[in-house]
């Protein structure tokens, strides 16, 4: 092995037991228990859903920020939000402010859940002087098609009587009008791009409500009062400004954040890994290096849609790198991985151990197979 060996270490995190940068952190200790002499370029890693935030932070040095928000049910809830090393850039999750983690399992009901909170963190983003926002959208407990996100930035959603909407998907229906006067003009001078990686439109048998409202809680009398609900919405946005999002793929996302994102902020949905593979800098740092050590709490068929393992392989490709993958749980027929990108795939775990002790123990077995890893390779060099 030449003297001066780089590795780019590329990892997702390692769900419940560590983040992406501390699985870099733990790869990196063990390799230097071996060979000190091998540089380590830390990329922590997300495919655009939960910890895609924490992780381009990191990978950029920037900074996590707290805000006191409404979360889904009118309540307050604390949520964060970043900006990258560069100051120009803020990201935030929807989730962090919306999601359906903030909803107890007998209080799901996207009638009156709202996107609000989303709305503020965006709004915080302004307030730092972001030229570009990213947004994650997934993992929402909301129906409304982004209509609370609107209200927080100084739009106004109008019945027949002027009067304003309440919050959630099952006020949509009274909507005549929206009055975009005191709407927050800064967002004409930023660029949004949102990390969204389905394709549903806003209705129909394929849209927000029938595909995902039963998982916030949506019966079936609800699903289709909501799905006509956002038909009718789209409607109103397509009368009052031209804008017909309706069935543009990805549009039904997030209970149609997607839909509302487009429409009223220019939102341009992109892959989820794809976008943290541009602000990361992989590819860059990808062309410098040796070998691509890459990994996530459970690898296996699935792995080949969209998750971040395949993402980076697939870049490491382009420049003929060899790519280690480990993960905590290698589940089923990973053959295919190997012939999308994937040259190696390391289980973590060191023997038989409770779930509970697996996760607590993730750090140090990842250090462990690291360490392992550059043994064998020590011997064949």
Known sequence: MKKDFVIVLAPDSFKESMTAKEACVAMERGIKKVNSDIKCVHVPMADGGEGTMQSLVDSTNGKVYSLEVVGPLGNKVKAE??????RDIGIL????ASGIQLVPLDKRNPLI???????????ACLDKGVKKLLIGIGG???NDGGAGVIQALGGRLLDKYG??????????????SIDLTNFDSRLNDITVEVACDVNNPLCGERGASNVFGPQKGATE?????????????ADIIKNQFGKDILNVPGAGAAGGLGAGLMAFLDGN????IEMVIEYAGLEEKVKAADMVWTGEGSIDFQTQYGKTPLGVATVAKKYNKPVIAFAGKVGDNIDVLYEKGIDCIFGIMQGVMSI???????????EKAAENVIRLMKLNC
Not at 93 to 96: D, G, I, K, R, T
């Open 269 to 272: 949905l992109k892959k989820g």
């Open 356 to 366: 509970e002790e697996a996760l607590a123990k993730g750090q140090e077995n990842l």
């Open 93 to 96: 999750e929807m989730a962090s």
């Open 81 to 86: 939000y970043g900006i990258l090393g560069d």
């Open 163 to 176: 009067n304003e909407l309440g919050f959630g998907g099952g006020e949509l229906g009274k909507l005549h």
């Open 221 to 233: 009398e609800m699903i289709s009062l909501l799905d006509d609900n956002l038909r009718h919405y």
């Open 113 to 123: 859940t709202t996107t609000y909170g989303t709305g503020e963190l965006i709004k």
């Open 140 to 142: 929402s407990a909301t």
